[in-house]
C-alpha cells in the first residue's frame, strides 16, 4: 500500500510517499480501507520528533483520524461488515491506504457525510466533547470560553456548545477568522489583542465570568482564563499553542474553587479509546444527522502533498480542518 513515511525527524520535506507492507487485522480488529484522513498538530510535532507514536501505532506513519471503508475483519468482529462506512481516531498511521484499528473505536459514518467530510470530524469534535462535556460537564445554559474559535477543535467545540443549549464565547486572533466563525454561526467572539481577553469576558457576563474555558492556546492565556472564571468554574487545557508553560495566581484559584485539568486524547488506552468510539457514534452521529453540527474543512489535498498540508497548517492561516485525500 501507499503511506506517508516520516524519513528522519525535520521539517515537511521529510515526509515521503512510499509503498510499504498492508497490515492485517488480528482478532477484534478491522483492516479500514482509508478513503481520507485529516492533519492535527500532533502530526507536525510527530514529524519533528517531538511526540512519538504510542506503541500500538507505526511509529513513521502518522496519522490521527480517519475516513473509510471496512475492506477486511479479524476474529470475533460481528458489529461491522466488510464495505461499511466509518470514521473514527487511531493511535497512528492513518496517513495511508489502509490502517487497522480494533473495531470497537469505530462509529459508522452519517448518511449522505462524504469521506473527506467525514475525516474532518473525529479527532476535533472527540476532543471538544470529551474536554468540554465528558469532563468539564458543560451543561446547557453554561458559558464556555472557546480559544482557537477558528482551528478544527475549536470549531467543533463552539459547535458543540450550541448543541447542547449553552452560551459559548469565541476567541481569535484575527478578524478574518472570527468573521468566518460568525458566518457558520458562532454568535459572540473576541479577537485577542496583545494575549489580553479576561475583561471583555467579565463585561459581556456581567461580571459572572465563564464556567468553562477549552484550553486550546496555552502559556500566558491560562493565567487569563482564571481572570475571567466563575465560581466553581473549569478550565480543560487541550493544546499549548502559546507555549508549556505560566504562572497562576493560586489564591484566585482557592477563592474560585476551580478546576484546572489537562487531557491528551492519542496516549490513552485501549479501552479508553474505544469509550471515545462509542461516543462518537452515540452522542455526535445523531448531532450531524440532525443538521446541529457540521465538519468545518478548509481545504482538501492529495495524500501525496502531506508536506504541503504540513506547511499549510504551520502557517496559522487555514480555518477549520486540512483534509488528505487517499
Known sequence: MR?????QPGGPEVLELR?????RPSRGEALVRVRATAVNRADLLQRMG????????????????????????????TELAPGDRVFGIVGGGSYAEHVVV????LARIPAGMSFTDAAAVPEAFLTAWDAMVAQARLASGEVVLVHAAGSGVGTAGWQIALAIGARPI??????????????????????????????????????????????????????????????????VVVGMMSGSVTELDLAALMHRRAEIRGTVLRARPLEEKILAGRALERHL???????????V???????????DAHRAMQSDETFGKIVLEV
Not at 509503498?19 to 497490515?23: D, L
Not at 475583561?199 to 492556546?217: I, K, N, P, S, Y
Not at 474543512?297 to 502531506?306: F, I, Q, S, Y
Open 285 to 295: 452521529v445523531p448531532l450531524f444527522e440532525s443538521g446541529a453540527l457540521r465538519p
Open 170 to 235: 469565541g476567541t481569535t486572533r484575527t478578524a478574518g477568522k472570527l468573521a468566518r466563525a460568525r458566518a457558520l454561526g458562532l454568535k459572540e467572539g473576541i479577537v485577542v489583542e496583545e494575549g489580553a481577553f479576561a475583561r471583555e469576558v467579565l463585561a459581556r457576563t456581567g461580571g459572572r465570568g465563564a464556567d468553562v474555558v477549552l484550553e486550546l492556546v496555552g502559556g500566558a492565556y491560562v493565567a487569563e482564563d482564571l481572570a475571567c472564571l466563575a465560581l466553581r468554574g473549569r478550565i
Open 3 to 7: 503511506a506517508i513515511v516520516i524519513r
Open 19 to 23: 509503498e510499504v507492507p498492508t497490515p
Open 297 to 307: 474543512v478548509d481545504r482538501v489535498m492529495p495524500l501525496a502533498e502531506a508536506a
Open 50 to 77: 517531538r511526540y512519538a507514536a504510542p506503541p500500538d501505532a507505526p511509529p513513521d506513519i502518522p496519522g490521527l483520524e480517519l475516513a473509510g471503508e471496512v475492506d477486511a475483519l479479524g476474529e470475533g468482529v
Open 102 to 105: 480494533h473495531a470497537r473505536t
